[in-house]
């Protein structure tokens, strides 16, 4: 007999229905597995046999072919293992399929029958839904996961001996219900023990970083060490405005691939701008994805929509942060890995820090530089061009004053709200454009609707003139011109708006 039950495999952050076509017939027993498998999923044979007797099911010692189909489809991973028992058990008239009817069914499962999380759980879902699948059937660790696809009929199963007693009739020992978006206290919120109000001093930097914070602008630090350059980056989320559910789904799915969603969260959505902050060591696979049987996503794709920082920039191989040009650029990385290929959405603000130097005392009083001249050219060097020129705001960092460690800083609410109400002006002034903030405003926008007026323009073409900034730096000022102009409340920018924009992204010594 012939049984087929649906299973889903992603690329990137799509997914594609796979069916699962199990024949079970007479002749001498055998077990082939047919459909472009990888090594995980040709021990699914292994796997789904040892699982199955393990669950005091009947293994049918008969002939049996399992195809998955369309044949053409990368299918990787183990996230098929209770779709293929299923179909097999079906197959072999041991259960009845009426209960998976139109169900995409996934899990993975382990030799003594336990149903184990698959990573992706939510874009899987989400792709099942957007090709008119409304039932699952999950491992119980994703439950809370799946269930952020408010769309879905979800029933969960922690073994394969529940599962294939459920097909056969049984009723759920206990169901764990879903939690409706927003009546969830668990959401998980700006990380409460950062605030701005813990820095003192460091005025100008802080004027800079709610800059990049309204527009989403990239930003260098340059300052000797212990100066607060990370404690200044860790609370940039704190100034951020939440994100949408749109956007929440997406950056917790590409989370969710990256297998970094706890099965203890029991609202695990991301709502909260990503802070992540790989360390200098990171490889160009770490930094922006890669992997050979499933293609992950990197440190660039988990700070979508939020905050990438690489702390001691100069550090990092010049191979690795060269390989950030097509994310800035794009706001995607394309990977391929053996004729495939996954695209991840990689939409993130760049926040360098860097010492001015080897010994990092070039800026300040504290200690004396004592590096050579050629020493500390090598090491700015070793921050690529087309990585600099793609950064928008630069800011200086010097070790404080006693009176600035007197002071006390501005509370994160308050920041955020001016930045909320700037980002406001954005949204209303590109309501009929595709784009949103001020980091996105295209080149062509920016010469005709959104042309700042022109004689506050002057400062700019002199700059250019004398060689002081690109082209793509003329547009990236302007950008940064308009986010000052909706925190100062003007329609446009404005001269001294402009002059001021101008100022930051000179400003360095990177
Ligand atoms: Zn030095």
Request: hydrophobic content about 40%; proline content about 6%; charged content about 25%.
């Amino acid at each position: 007999m012939i049984a087929i039950t649906q299973a889903l495999s992603l690329e990137g952050l799509n997914g594609f229905l796979i069916d699962v076509e199990a024949d079970v017939g007479n002749g001498v027993p055998a077990f082939n597995l047919l459909g472009l498998p990888d090594a995980s999923l040709s021990e699914a044979r292994d796997r789904v046999r040892s699982a199955i007797i393990n669950s005091q099911a009947q293994w049918p010692n008969k002939r049996i072919t399992l195809a998955l189909s369309p044949a053409s489809l990368p299918k990787r991973g183990s996230a098929f293992d209770c779709a293929i028992a299923l179909a097999l058990l079906a197959a072999a008239e041991e259960i009845s399929l009426e209960r998976l009817n139109g169900s995409v069914i996934l899990g993975e499962l382990t030799l003594d029958g336990r149903i184990k999380a698959v990573a992706g759980i939510l874009p899987a879902l989400r792709a099942a839904a957007h090709h008119g699948i409304s039932r699952a059937i999950i491992p119980s660790q994703n439950f809370h996961e799946g269930s952020l696809v408010s769309s879905m009929e979800i029933s969960h199963f922690s073994h394969l001996r529940e599962l294939i007693g459920w097909c056969k009739g049984n009723e759920l020992a206990e169901p764990i219900h879903r939690i409706a978006y927003g009546e969830s206290d668990e959401i998980e919120k700006v990380n409460s023990t950062l605030d701005f109000s813990d820095i003192s001093g460091q005025e100008s930097a802080k004027e800079a970083l709610e800059i990049g914070a309204v527009g989403g602008h990239h930003i260098a630090m340059v300052g000797p060490p212990g100066v607060g350059k990370s404690m200044l980056a860790e609370r940039i989320p704190t100034i951020l405005p939440e994100l949408n559910e749109r956007d929440s789904l997406e950056v917790t799915s590409l989370h969710s691939i990256a297998g970094k969603i706890s099965s203890e969260s029991r609202w695990p959505l991301i709502a909260v701008p990503p802070f992540v902050a790989p360390h200098h060591t990171i490889t160009r696979a770490g930094l922006i994805g890669g992997g050979s049987a499933v293609i992950s996503p990197g440190a660039c794709s988990l700070a979508h929509r939020g905050i990438l920082f690489l702390d001691e920039a100069p550090e990092l191989a010049r191979t690795v942060i060269e390989s950030l040009r097509e994310p800035m650029e794009l706001g995607e990385i394309t990977l391929t890995r053996l004729g495939r290929s996954a695209t991840f959405p990689a939409h993130f603000t760049l926040v360098l820090a860097s010492n001015p130097c080897p010994c990092g005392w070039a800026i300040g009083k504290g200690k004396r530089c004592t590096c050579t001249p050629l020493a500390s050219r090598r090491y700015r060097e070793r921050l690529s061009g087309p990585i600099l020129d793609r950064i928008d705001l630069r800011i200086e960092l010097e070790p404080l004053s006693q009176a600035d460690l007197l002071r006390t800083g501005e509370s994160s609410d308050r920041i955020r709200e001016r930045v909320a109400r700037a980002r406001a002006r954005a949204v209303t002034r590109f309501r009929d454009m595709p784009w949103s903030i001020n980091s996105e405003i295209p080149a062509v926008a920016l010469r005709h609707q959104f042309a700042p007026e022109p004689k506050a323009l002057g400062v700019l073409y002199q700059a250019l003139d004398n060689e002081e900034i690109t082209v793509r730096a003329l547009h990236r000022i302007q950008r940064v011109a308009w986010s000052i102009a909706d925190l100062r409340e003007e329609p446009s920018p404005s001269r001294s708006t402009i002059d001021r924009a101008l100022d930051l992204h000179l400003r360095e010594r990177l």
